[in-house]
C-alpha cells in the first residue's frame, strides 16, 4: 500500500473513532419535522395519540396493529393511564417501550413531538445499518416499515425544587425512537445526541423522577380473576448517571445509539441487546462476562411482583441438592421434584392471633391460646413439618459486593438459592447460582449465607431445640461480617417467608459490603467452629469469631478470621408452656464444614453437618439418634432408647423397616380419598387433591364443588339489542354485554337504522346500485357486462354471474325503484366470476359451501350467526413445477423435520439415520413450518404454518397440499394426530388456547383456553385416551396431560423446567420425555407413577423431539441439526446436519406401520354424531364450536 493510500485509510479510521468516542448529535438522528412527511402531536403536558398502523409491531410474542404516542416519552401498547401510576415507576402497569419516560412538556409551543409511518428506501438502509451493526453475528435484516417518533426540545413539566438549586427551567431534551419490523419479528432502535441530552429528572406534585428507559410487556393474567407483573427490561435505574450514560455509551458500536431486539413471533424469548459495546469490559472487575451493569433482564416473581435478573449470561438451572455419602467433599445436583408434606398450610380456625397449621392444634394455656404441632409432625405450631422428613429451602439472592481493593462492586440480582437437609442427622447443603468468579472465590469463607438453614434443622439433643421448632418459617435474620486484620464489613440480610407453590421454604438474601480478595482457583478450609445463641422474647442473637484458611498452589498458606455477629427476630407466641422450657442459651457445633466454588459453572457451595445442644458441653450422649451415626433412611426418624439402643421409623408417608423407606401411594391405595369431582396426585410422603376442570374447592378447601358460571344474556336472549338481523349481541362477563349494529347499519346497538349506500355511489358508473337492509347490491346496465363494480362492454358471462343476474332480475317496484324480491337468494361472485367457496341466504340466516359448479357441499349448512370452514377452490401447488430436490417418501420408517419452508426426511435403518439417502420430501417456499405430525393410517403429514397462518396437510407420494385451517389462528405450533379416533389437536401460542377437529379440519372445538401462556409441544396417546402438552411459559413452565375431550387436566410437571420445547411419548414403555431448552437436559418419567429421572444433560437448544421406541431424536437451534440419543444409556448417538445450515423446528417418526392398538372411537367413530374423543374408560361424545344440532354423550362405547 503506498503511503498516499495509507495515509487515508489511517484518517478515515481516526475519523471514525471520533464521531463513535464523541457520540451523535441531533443532525445525526434520522429525518424528522414537517418536511419529513411527519404528523405532530398537541402541545401538551400529557397528550396522548392512538396510531393505527400500516403494518403491525411485534413486541414480545405479541403483534399489535395500534400504538399510542405520549409526550411523556413514550410509546404505549394499550391505553396509558393516568402519569400519576407510571411517572417515577418501571415497569408500569401496562406495556411500554419506553425511550425517556418522565413528565414533559410542551406546551410552550417550543418542545414537539414529531412521528410518522415510514416504507422509503433511504430511511430504512439507515434503520437497517443501525440493527446489523448492532448484531454483527446474526443474520442481516432488512426492515419493511418503520415508525419514527422523535422528541424535540422537550422540557420538564415542573421547575425542579430539590433543594440543589438546579432548575430545568431552560434546559431541553431531544431524542428519538424508531420501531422497525420485518415480517414478525421488530427492533427498537434509540438515538441520544449529546447536544440533546440537558437534564435527567422531571418534577411532578413536588416530588423528583428520574427519567427512565426501557421495555415493559405490562400486567399478564394470572391464575383466573388476578393479573400480576410480566417481564420487562430497564436500560437505566434509578439513577441520574445512568440517563447521562444514555449519550455517552452503546450498545451499537455507535454512542448515543442503542439496538433492541423487542419481539419476535413464534420463538420470542427476552429482550436482546445490541452486542457492540464502546469498550471491552474488565473482567476483573464485573466478570467473566460483558454485562453492563445497569441494563437487567426482568422476570416476575409470584411472591413479590418482580425481580432482577443481569441481562447476561444466563443463571445456571441449580436444582435441590443431594448428599453423597461415600465423598463429603462432593455435593451433587440432582434433578428431582421437591418433598411435599404440605408444609406450613394452616386449618381455618383462628387461635388467638395465630393460624394454626393443618399439622397443628389450638391449645389453651392459662395466659392465652398457641398453636402446638401435633405428634408426628414439630415446628412451631404455626407451621409444622413431618417428623424424619429431609426440608429444602429455596430463594433469591441479590448482592453489591466489593472484592478487595477494586473501586466498582459486582453486581447480581435475583440469582438461585437451594438448599436440602437431612433432618435426621443435621447434615445441610447448599448451591448458589450464576455467582461471577469475580466474586465466587472470596465468597468462599462467609458460609453463614447457607448456614441459617443448618441452625433451623439441626440434630437436637435432648432437652434443646433447633431454630424451627422455636420461629418456624417466617423470621428475619441479619449478620453483620468484620474481617481481621483489613477491618471489611460485610452484612447478610436474609427474609424467611414460609412457602410458595411449591412447598419449599422460602428466603430473600441480600450481600453488601466489602470482602477480602481470595486468589482464582484458591481453595478455603473452615475448621469446625461452635456458636452460643441466646434466647429471649422473639430476638435470638449470637456472636462469635471464625477462623479460616487459604491455600492456593506454589503461595504459602494464609490464615485469616472474621468476626461474626447475628440476629434474629420474629413472632412467637407468648403464653406457650414450652417457650419457657427453651433454654436461655444453647450451641450450635458445626463440623465437616465444606466450602467450594465451581468456576465452570458459576456454583457457590456449602456443605456442613449441624447439632444444638448444651453450652457447658455437657455429658457427651453416645446414643446415635443425637451423633447422626444412625444408619437410617434419609425419609426416617430415629427413635432414642436406652442407652445406645435406637430404632429407626419411616417417617409418615412413607413404608419400611426405617433402613429403607419407599413412599406410600395413597391415591393407588384409597382411590376415593379425594372425594367426588377431584383427583389424586401422588406426591413423596404426601398426596394432593385437585378439582377436575369445571370444579372448585369449597370453602373447607376439601370439598369439590361446580363452578358457577355467570348467565350469559346474549345466549339466553334477555339482553335489549335489535334484532339479530341488524345487531349483535357481545357478552363481556359477569352480566354485560355490548351491543353494536351489524355492517351495513348505523345506530347504538339497541335502535339500527339502515344505511343507504346507493346515496354514496358505490357501484360502477354503468351500473345501477340497489340499496337492501344492511347491505347493497350493483348491476351493470344492459348491454355491459361484469359485476356491478366494474362493468364492461367485453366479455362472456361465467355461470356464476349468469346464475346471479337472474336471480337479481327477479324484482319489485317500490318508491325507490326496482328492488330484488325480499327473500331472494343471489350468489356471491368472485373477481374473476367463479362461485366464492362459501354462499349466505341473508334472509334466513344460513351459509353453506359449494364446489367449483355451486352446487352445495353436503353437512356445510350452518344457521345465523355461525359460518362454515369452506375448502378453497384453487389451493396452492405443493411442487409447481417438478424439481430434482423434492422426492416422494420411499417406503419403510423415516424421521421427518420442518426446516423454514421444507418438509425433509432421512430413511432410518432400524433405529439408525441412513444420512447419505435424506431428502426434502416437500418444499413450499414463503412458509414458515412449525409444527408436524403424521398420519400413519392416510400416510399423510400435516404441519402447521405461522406465516399464513394456516394448518395443512398432503401426501408424501406426491400431489397438492390441502388448506384444512385458515380462519381464527394465532400462531398454531404444535400438531399431533389420533390416528384411531381420526382427530388432529394443536396448540395456538398466541391465543392461549389448544383445540381439535377431525382431520379434514371441519368440526372445530376448543378443548383449553384456560392458564396458558406458551404452549407448544402436543402429544397424542390414542390408546388410553390422553392428551399431553408443554407451557414454556418463562414465568411458570410446566407439563400437562389432561383426557382427550380436555377433562380431568392435570400438571405433571411444574418444578425445575426452564424452556420444555420437544415432548415425546413412547406408548410401548409408558415414557414421556422432553427436551429443556433452559435448562439444558432431557428427562424421562412414567405420567401415571411419576418417576422422575434425568436423561442427559448438556445439551444446547433443543426445539422438536420425537421417538422410534429406542432412540430420542431431537432439532437443535444451536447446532441446526437433528440430534440422536439413546433412551436406554442417556448417550448422544449420532447427529445429522442439512445441507442448508438454518433453524429446525419439528420433528415426528413416519413409522412404516401403525402402531398396534384401539379405543372406543375406533369403529363406527364410537357412536357419535360428530366429534369422537377417547378416554381412558371410555370416550366422550363432543360437538364442534359451531354446532346448529349436535347431542353430546359420555361413556362407553
Given at each position: ?6 495515509g487515508?485509510s489511517v ?18 438522528l434520522?429525518s424528522?419535522?414537517?418536511e419529513?412527511?411527519d404528523?405532530?402531536?398537541?402541545d401538551?403536558?400529557?397528550?396522548t ?7 403491525p ?5 405479541k ?8 409526550t411523556?416519552?413514550?410509546?404505549a401498547?394499550k ?5 400519576s401510576e ?9 406495556g411500554?417501550?419506553?425511550a425517556?419516560q ?10 414537539k ?7 422509503g ?9 443501525h ?5 454483527p ?28 438549586g ?6 431541553r ?6 420501531i422497525?419490523?420485518?415480517?414478525k ?8 445526541p449529546?447536544?440533546g441530552?440537558q ?12 427519567m427512565?428507559a ?11 380473576f388476578?393479573?400480576k ?9 434509578d ?5 447521562r450514560k444514555?449519550?455517552?455509551q452503546?450498545?451499537?458500536?455507535k454512542?448515543?445509539v442503542w439496538?433492541?431486539k ?5 420463538d ?5 441487546a445490541?452486542e ?5 469490559v474488565?473482567?476483573?472487575?464485573y466478570g ?7 441494563q ?9 411482583g ?8 444466563p443463571?445456571?438451572q ?15 445436583i440432582?434433578?428431582?421434584?421437591g ?5 406450613f398450610?394452616y ?7 395465630q393460624?394454626c397449621?393443618?399439622?397443628g392444634e389450638?391449645?389453651?394455656?392459662p395466659?392465652?391460646?398457641c ?7 414439630y ?12 426440608q ?6 441479590s ?5 478487595g481493593?477494586?473501586?466498582v ?5 435475583n ?9 435426621n442427622?443435621g447434615?445441610?447443603?447448599v ?5 461471577p ?7 468462599q ?33 441479619q449478620?453483620?461480617?468484620?474481617f481481621?486484620?483489613?477491618g ?6 436474609q427474609?424467611?417467608?414460609?412457602i ?11 450481600l ?5 480478595e481470595v ?24 456472636s462469635?469469631?471464625?477462623?479460616y ?5 506454589e503461595?504459602?498458606i ?7 455477629r447475628?440476629?434474629i427476630?420474629f413472632q ?5 408452656e ?5 433454654p436461655s ?11 467450594m466454588?465451581?468456576v465452570?459453572d458459576e ?15 455437657g ?8 451423633t447422626?451415626r444412625?444408619g437410617?433412611d434419609?425419609?426416617?426418624?430415629c ?10 421409623e ?9 433402613r429403607?423407606?419407599?413412599d406410600?401411594?395413597?391415591c ?9 369431582h ?8 404426601t ?5 377436575q376442570?369445571?370444579f ?12 358457577s ?5 346474549c345466549?339466553i336472549?334477555?339482553?335489549?339489542c335489535?334484532?339479530?338481523e ?17 355492517q ?10 339502515d344505511?343507504?349506500?346507493?346515496q354514496?355511489s358505490?357501484c360502477h ?19 355491459f357486462?361484469g359485476d ?15 346464475d ?30 367463479d362461485y ?8 334466513i340466516g344460513?351459509?353453506w ?6 352446487r ?8 345465523p350467526g ?5 375448502p378453497?377452490?384453487t ?8 424439481r430434482?430436490?423434492v422426492?416422494p ?7 421427518l423435520f ?9 430413511p432410518?435403518?432400524?433405529h439408525d ?11 413450499l ?13 392416510e400416510?399423510?403429514?400435516?404441519w ?5 397462518p ?18 381464527d ?8 394426530i389420533?390416528?384411531l379416533?381420526?382427530?388432529?389437536f394443536?396448540?395456538?401460542s398466541?391465543k392461549?388456547?389448544?383445540e ?7 368440526q ?6 384456560t ?6 409441544a ?17 414465568d411458570s ?15 405433571l ?8 420445547n ?7 414403555s409408558?415414557?414421556l420425555?422432553w ?6 437436559k ?16 448438556g ?12 432412540n ?8 441446526d ?37 384401539q ?7 364410537g357412536?357419535?354424531t ?5 378416554t381412558?374408560?371410555g370416550?366422550s ?13 359420555e361413556?362407553?362405547?
Amino acid at each position: 500500500m503506498d503511503m498516499d493510500r495509507q495515509g487515508w485509510s489511517v484518517w478515515i479510521l481516526l475519523l471514525g473513532l471520533s464521531v463513535s468516542v464523541n457520540g451523535i448529535t441531533r443532525p445525526d438522528l434520522l429525518s424528522f419535522g414537517i418536511e419529513a412527511g411527519d404528523q405532530q402531536l398537541s402541545d401538551a403536558n400529557d397528550d396522548t395519540r392512538q396510531i393505527s398502523l400500516d403494518k403491525p409491531v411485534t413486541f414480545y410474542n405479541k403483534q399489535f396493529d395500534k400504538i399510542y404516542i405520549n409526550t411523556n416519552g413514550f410509546v404505549a401498547l394499550k391505553t396509558p393511564t393516568g402519569e400519576s401510576e407510571y411517572l417515577g415507576n418501571m415497569p408500569p402497569r401496562f406495556g411500554m417501550i419506553a425511550a425517556l419516560q418522565g413528565d414533559l412538556d410542551t406546551s410552550d409551543g417550543v418542545g414537539k413531538v414529531f412521528f410518522r409511518q415510514d416504507t422509503g428506501s433511504a430511511l430504512l438502509r439507515d434503520v437497517a445499518d443501525h440493527i446489523n451493526r448492532a448484531f454483527p453475528e446474526h443474520d442481516e435484516i432488512n426492515p419493511s416499515h418503520a415508525l419514527v417518533i422523535t422528541w424535540v426540545d422537550v422540557s420538564a413539566h415542573q421547575t425542579e425544587t430539590r433543594g440543589d438549586g438546579l432548575e430545568h427551567a431552560e434546559k431541553r431534551n431531544t431524542f428519538q425512537l424508531v420501531i422497525a419490523s420485518v415480517e414478525k419479528m421488530s427492533y427498537a432502535i434509540l438515538l441520544y445526541p449529546r447536544d440533546g441530552m440537558q437534564f435527567q429528572s422531571t418534577g411532578s406534585t413536588g416530588n423528583s423522577y428520574t427519567m427512565h428507559a426501557g421495555f415493559s410487556k405490562g400486567e399478564e393474567p394470572y391464575l383466573i380473576f388476578s393479573t400480576k407483573q410480566g417481564p420487562y427490561y430497564r436500560i437505566t435505574d434509578d439513577t441520574e448517571a445512568s440517563v447521562r450514560k444514555l449519550a455517552e455509551q452503546t450498545n451499537s458500536g455507535k454512542h448515543g445509539v442503542w439496538v433492541y431486539k423487542i419481539g419476535a413471533i413464534p420463538d420470542f424469548t427476552d429482550i436482546v441487546a445490541g452486542e457492540v459495546p464502546d469498550q471491552p469490559v474488565d473482567s476483573h472487575h464485573y466478570g467473566s462476562t460483558t454485562r453492563h451493569n445497569h441494563q437487567y433482564q426482568v422476570y416476575p416473581d409470584e411472591q413479590h411482583g418482580v425481580y432482577l435478573r443481569p441481562e447476561h449470561p444466563p443463571p445456571v438451572q441449580v436444582e435441590t441438592i443431594q448428599f453423597t455419602p461415600e465423598d463429603p467433599q462432593v455435593v451433587e445436583i440432582e434433578n428431582d421434584d421437591g418433598i411435599h408434606v404440605d408444609v406450613f398450610t394452616y386449618n381455618l380456625g383462628e387461635c388467638g392471633r395465630q393460624k394454626c397449621s393443618k399439622f397443628g392444634e389450638c391449645r389453651n394455656y392459662p395466659s392465652g391460646q398457641c398453636c402446638q404441632c401435633k405428634p408426628g409432625f414439630y415446628g412451631n405450631g404455626v407451621q409444622c413439618v413431618s417428623e424424619g422428613v429431609p426440608q429444602r429451602m429455596n430463594g433469591k439472592v441479590s448482592g453489591r459486593i466489593f472484592v478487595g481493593d477494586s473501586p466498582v462492586p459486582v453486581e447480581f440480582a435475583n440469582n438461585d438459592l437451594h438448599s436440602y437437609v437431612v433432618v435426621n442427622d443435621g447434615r445441610a447443603y447448599v448451591a448458589i447460582s450464576a455467582i461471577p468468579s469475580s466474586v465466587g472465590f472470596s465468597l468462599q469463607p462467609v458460609s453463614s449465607v447457607g448456614g441459617v438453614i443448618g441452625w433451623a434443622f439441626a440434630l437436637q439433643q435432648p432437652g434443646f431445640k433447633n431454630g424451627f421448632n422455636i420461629v418456624g418459617g417466617i423470621f428475619k435474620r441479619q449478620v453483620d461480617v468484620t474481617f481481621q486484620p483489613g477491618g471489611e464489613r460485610f452484612t447478610i440480610s436474609q427474609e424467611f417467608k414460609g412457602i410458595d407453590i411449591h412447598d419449599h421454604l422460602m428466603v430473600d438474601t441480600k450481600l453488601e459490603g466489602k470482602i477480602p480478595e481470595v486468589p482464582q482457583g484458591a481453595q478455603v478450609q473452615l475448621d469446625p467452629y461452635t456458636e452460643i445463641y441466646q434466647y429471649s422474647s422473639n430476638l435470638i442473637t449470637s456472636s462469635s469469631t471464625r477462623e479460616y484458611v487459604v491455600s492456593l498452589q506454589e503461595r504459602p498458606i494464609q490464615t485469616k478470621s472474621y468476626q461474626f455477629r447475628e440476629t434474629i427476630t420474629f413472632q412467637g407466641c407468648q403464653h406457650h408452656e414450652s417457650s419457657q422450657d427453651v433454654p436461655s442459651t444453647q450451641m450450635l457445633s458445626v463440623d465437616q464444614v465444606f466450602v467450594m466454588y465451581d468456576v465452570k459453572d458459576e456454583l457457590l457451595r456449602y456443605a456442613m453437618s449441624n447439632k444444638i445442644g448444651d453450652i457447658n458441653g455437657g455429658q457427651t450422649e453416645e446414643n446415635p439418634c443425637f451423633t447422626g451415626r444412625h444408619g437410617c433412611d434419609t425419609n426416617a426418624i430415629c427413635r432414642p432408647g436406652q442407652g445406645a439402643e435406637f430404632v429407626c421409623e419411616c417417617a409418615t408417608g412413607f413404608n419400611g423397616d426405617g433402613r429403607a423407606c419407599y413412599d406410600v401411594d395413597e391415591c393407588r391405595e384409597s382411590p376415593q380419598i379425594c372425594g367426588p369431582h377431584a383427583i389424586c396426585n401422588n406426591q413423596p410422603g404426601t398426596f394432593r387433591c385437585e378439582c377436575q376442570d369445571g370444579f372448585q374447592f369449597a370453602s373447607d378447601g376439601r370439598t369439590c364443588v361446580e363452578v358457577s358460571r355467570p348467565v350469559d344474556p346474549c345466549q339466553i336472549g334477555t339482553h335489549d339489542c335489535d334484532v339479530p338481523e341488524r345487531a349483535r349481541c357481545s357478552y363481556t362477563g359477569g352480566s354485560t354485554y355490548i351491543c353494536s349494529c351489524l355492517q351495513g347499519f348505523v345506530g347504538d346497538g339497541r335502535t339500527c337504522q339502515d344505511i343507504d349506500e346507493c346515496q354514496s355511489s358505490q357501484c360502477h358508473e354503468d351500473a345501477i346500485c340497489y340499496n337492501t337492509p344492511g347491505s347493497f347490491t350493483c348491476q351493470c346496465k344492459p348491454g355491459f357486462y361484469g359485476d356491478g363494480y366494474h362493468c364492461s362492454t367485453d366479455g362472456e358471462k361465467t355461470q356464476c354471474e349468469i346464475d346471479r343476474e337472474r336471480a337479481q332480475g327477479a324484482t319489485e317496484y317500490g318508491p325507490r325503484g326496482p328492488r330484488p324480491v325480499p327473500g331472494q337468494f343471489i350468489p356471491t361472485c368472485d373477481a374473476q366470476g367463479d362461485y366464492d367457496p362459501m354462499q349466505c341466504h341473508e334472509s334466513i340466516g344460513q351459509c353453506w359451501c359449494v364446489d367449483r359448479n355451486g352446487r352445495e357441499i353436503s353437512g356445510t349448512r350452518t344457521g345465523p350467526g355461525t359460518f362454515p370452514e369452506c375448502p378453497d377452490h384453487t389451493p396452492d401447488p405443493i411442487r409447481p413445477t417438478p424439481r430434482p430436490d423434492v422426492n416422494p417418501l420411499p417406503p419403510g420408517s423415516h424421521i421427518l423435520f420442518t426446516q423454514s419452508g421444507k418438509v425433509e426426511y432421512i430413511p432410518l435403518d432400524g433405529h439408525d439415520l441412513k444420512k447419505t439417502e435424506a431428502k426434502t420430501a416437500l418444499h413450499l417456499p414463503e412458509k414458515v413450518l412449525i409444527g408436524i405430525a403424521y398420519d400413519c393410517l392416510e400416510k399423510m403429514v400435516y404441519w402447521t404454518d405461522i406465516s399464513t397462518p394456516a394448518i395443512s396437510k398432503a401426501s408424501l407420494q406426491g400431489g397438492e397440499p390441502i388448506h384444512l385451517i385458515k380462519s381464527d389462528l394465532g400462531s398454531p405450533e404444535g400438531i399431533a394426530i389420533d390416528h384411531l379416533g381420526r382427530n388432529m389437536f394443536w396448540t395456538d401460542s398466541m391465543k392461549d388456547r389448544i383445540e381439535v377437529s377431525l382431520l379434514d379440519g371441519t368440526q372445530r372445538r376448543i378443548l383449553i383456553d384456560t392458564d396458558l401462556v406458551n404452549p407448544r409441544a402436543i402429544l397424542t396417546d390414542p390408546v388410553n385416551g390422553y392428551i399431553y402438552w408443554a407451557d414454556w411459559n418463562r414465568d411458570s413452565p410446566k407439563i400437562e396431560m389432561a383426557y382427550m375431550d380436555g377433562t380431568n387436566r392435570r400438571v405433571l410437571v411444574k418444578d425445575n423446567l426452564g424452556l420444555p420445547n420437544g415432548l415425546t411419548y413412547d406408548p410401548q414403555s409408558s415414557q414421556l420425555c422432553w427436551a429443556d431448552a433452559g435448562t439444558h437436559k432431557v428427562e424421562c418419567m412414567n405420567p401415571n407413577h411419576g418417576n422422575r429421572r434425568q436423561l442427559m444433560e448438556g445439551i444446547q437448544y433443543p426445539f422438536g423431539m420425537t421417538t422410534d421406541g429406542r432412540n430420542l431424536f431431537y432439532t437443535d437451534w444451536k447446532r441446526d441439526g437433528v440430534i440422536v440419543v439413546d433412551r436406554f444409556a442417556g448417550t448422544e448417538l449420532d447427529e445429522f446436519q442439512p445441507q442448508k445450515r438454518t433453524r429446525l423446528y419439528g420433528i415426528t417418526t413416519a413409522h412404516a406401520q401403525c402402531p398396534s392398538g384401539q379405543n372406543y372411537c375406533s369403529v363406527n367413530n364410537g357412536g357419535c354424531t360428530h366429534l369422537c374423543l377417547s378416554t381412558p374408560a371410555g370416550r366422550s361424545c363432543k360437538c364442534p364450536d359451531n354446532a346448529v344440532v349436535c347431542v353430546e354423550r359420555e361413556g362407553g362405547y
